[in-house]
């Protein structure tokens, strides 16, 4: 099963992390995952990439269920999240 996921990075005015390697980090850790762009109309999620805490980035629209990060240590409870979603999806 192959999930398509629709990803919108901020601005990148102001990162305090490695955003795309978050991005990569995911899609590692859920082989299942394929990042699209955030305007993909066939996206099941939505994540939404911010590079600080300011949270421009959130108001982004994308599809589906929307996760949003501004920071490295949220990284857990995304993975958790989707964790979740993707059980979600293998049930329903």
Do not use: H
């Amino acid at each position: 099963m192959t999930v398509k996921v629709a990803v919108k990075y901020c601005g990148g005015c102001n990162p305090r992390y490695d955003r795309k390697g978050l991005v990569a980090g995911l899609l590692a850790e859920f082989p299942c995952l394929e990042a699209v762009s955030a305007n993909s109309p066939d996206a099941r999620f939505g994540l939404v990439v911010g590079g600080c805490t300011r949270g421009c980035a959130a108001k982004a629209e994308v599809p589906g269920v929307k996760f949003v990060v501004c920071d490295q240590s949220q990284y857990p409870a995304l993975r958790e999240e989707v964790a979740r979603a993707l059980a979600g999806l293998a049930k329903g």
